[in-house]
């Protein structure tokens, strides 16, 4: 009987150490747009810029998971780094809408509780992604939109902002052209982020000004979740970027998971799928990133370019510009 009770305490602490050893540790993988994103188009300074700014953000996030921390704190502190970043189409520097304003959207999702959070159409918060994050943790709500965004974010002591600090100059000049009808598709990105913490715990989040020139009132994939922003422990965690109304027709975010969950497929061969034939059949420009359970990772595109890159523990970090 001793020997029987030895045996299997050894098997379990043997199987325990095995699923330990499979654990990736922590992984975190963020995206900053997709788009017309080509050499011609993007400097080599200004791929510098680019490049130490991914690195940047994935080091805001390593910093969280490294100390052990959630894969939801890890994904907020990314994509903060990128909302406060003029280069990035989310926060400062967003574009403007066809009224010359700017109108944000982000939404945020926890795996392991399925819990999610969202705002849509708001110009006065400065980290959209951090109000969508209170959604989850202090109201009843999966998403709130404008004024009653705002109004929220004022009484959980978030910093509200003159719509005046979304404005760059770059972003102004962009706009003045798109109203002109002379095309400048295609330099700034939405950002995302997705991570899987030491605990096996998947988290994604998705942060963006929308589509440039946009409708007053317009909101597209990222603030949805399901579309633009999804994570299951189960399956996987996603953030995507492209031209919103086909993510959200798709349930682009959502269709990688139940692919994975309900067809058997890798995150590389589902997310590849939707991306470079559903997506590319309906000409419907985008990418997204998604990071599965075990810490694998897929960042397809359809476009020239993606801001892209990752890091996982013991590695380096890595980026990437154009395809
Ligand atoms: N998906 C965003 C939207 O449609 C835009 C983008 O990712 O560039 O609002």
Redesign the pocket.
């Known amino acids: 009987m001793k020997r029987l009770i030895c045996f299997f305490v050894t098997a379990i602490i043997l199987s325990a150490n095995i699923s330990n050893a499979q654990k990736p540790g922590y992984v975190l993988v963020i995206h900053g ?3 017309n994103i080509t050499p011609e188009r993007i400097t080599p300074e200004k791929k510098v810029l680019f490049e130490q700014k991914l690195e940047e953000a994935l080091a805001a996030g390593e910093k969280v998971l490294s100390a052990g921390g959630c894969a939801l704190d890890a994904v907020v502190a990314a994509v903060q780094v990128m909302e406060e970043c003029p280069l990035f ?1 989310s926060g400062k520097g967003a574009v403007f809408n066809a009224e010359g304003k700017n109108e944000l ?1 982000a939404s945020i999702m926890d795996g392991k509780t399925m819990k999610a959070g969202a705002v849509a159409g708001v110009m006065t918060i400065k980290s959209p992604v951090e109000a969508a994050r209170r959604v989850i943790d202090s109201s009843a709500h999966v998403m709130l939109a404008g004024r009653g965004a705002e109004e929220f974010a004022r009484v959980q002591g978030l910093e509200i902002v003159d719509p005046s600090y979304f404005y760059t100059e770059e972003s102004w000049q962009e706009y003045l052209k798109v109203k002109a009808r002379i095309e400048t598709e295609g330099r ?3 950002v995302g982020a997705v991570a899987l913490d030491m605990k096996g715990n998947l988290a994604a989040a ?1 942060s ?4 440039i020139y ?1 409708k007053y009132g ?5 603030p949805i979740i399901g579309a ?1 922003t999804y994570a299951n422990n189960e399956s996987c965690a996603v953030s ?6 086909f ?1 959200i027709r798709n349930s682009v975010a959502f269709d990688v998971s139940a692919r994975m969950l309900y067809l058997g497929e890798t995150v590389e061969k589902a997310s590849g799928y939707i991306i470079n034939e559903k997506l590319k059949n309906q000409g419907a420009a ?1 990418g997204l990133i998604a990071l599965d359970k075990d810490g694998n990772i897929a960042m397809p595109f359809n476009t020239n370019g993606m801001f892209r890159g990752y890091v996982k523990k013991g590695e380096k970090i890595q980026v990437y510009v154009f395809r």
């Open positions: 747009g997709a788009g189409n959207d700034k990105g939405t998705t963006t000004g929308g589509m946009k317009r909101i597209g994939d990222s633009g995507c970027t492209g031209h919103g109304e993510f985008g």
